[in-house]
């Protein structure tokens, strides 16, 4: 009798380690599914803090060299929407040929919503 026994023991415990494997494995993606997204919006301004209707925003995937553009609306907004949160990001913005400085998004920044105003000398 102990003989049966032990082999369905075993396989019980090992029955009971894949599932808890199995369920493990599982939760971290789902995690990432919900979460794994961040936004980025803003406003392109002049230096004296006034909206450039049509400047045009970048947004450079640091994995591949993506590049994104965004033209601003009348009121310099631009918004970028399903970025990876696990991917650094740079951001720059042009308005008749001058250029804003370049701002970094990393992935270490764990908002879900990045608020981030870029400005152009005029």
Same mark, same amino acid.
């Given at each position: 009798?102990?003989?049966? =026994?032990?082999?369905?023991?075993?396989?019980?415990?090992?029955?009971?380690? =894949?599932?808890?494997?199995?369920?493990? @494995?599982v939760?971290?993606?789902?995690?990432?599914?919900?979460? *794994?997204?961040?936004?980025?919006? *803003?406003?392109?301004?002049?230096?004296?803090?006034?909206? =450039?209707? @049509?400047? #045009?925003? %970048? =947004?450079?995937?640091?994995?591949?060299?993506? #590049?994104?553009? %965004? #033209?601003?609306?009348?009121? *310099?907004? %631009?918004?970028?929407?399903?970025?990876?949160?696990d991917?650094? %990001?740079?951001?720059?913005?042009?308005?008749? @040929?001058?250029?804003?400085?370049?701002?970094? #998004?990393?992935?270490?920044d764990?908002?879900?919503?990045?608020?981030?105003?870029?400005?152009i000398?005029?």
């Amino acid at each position: 009798m102990t003989r049966t =026994l032990r082999p369905l023991r075993t396989s019980a415990c090992l029955v009971a380690a =894949l599932v808890l494997l199995a369920a493990a @494995g599982v939760a971290p993606r789902a995690r990432a599914q919900d979460f *794994g997204v961040k936004q980025l919006q *803003g406003k392109v301004l002049s230096s004296s803090e006034a909206a =450039l209707t @049509g400047a #045009i925003v %970048y =947004l450079e995937n640091s994995r591949n060299n993506d #590049i994104k553009s %965004y #033209i601003t609306e009348t009121d *310099g907004a %631009y918004h970028f929407a399903n970025l990876s949160a696990d991917t650094d %990001y740079t951001v720059w913005a042009q308005f008749k @040929g001058k250029k804003s400085s370049v701002k970094t #998004i990393s992935s270490f920044d764990s908002r879900r919503k990045v608020f981030l105003d870029l400005h152009i000398k005029n």
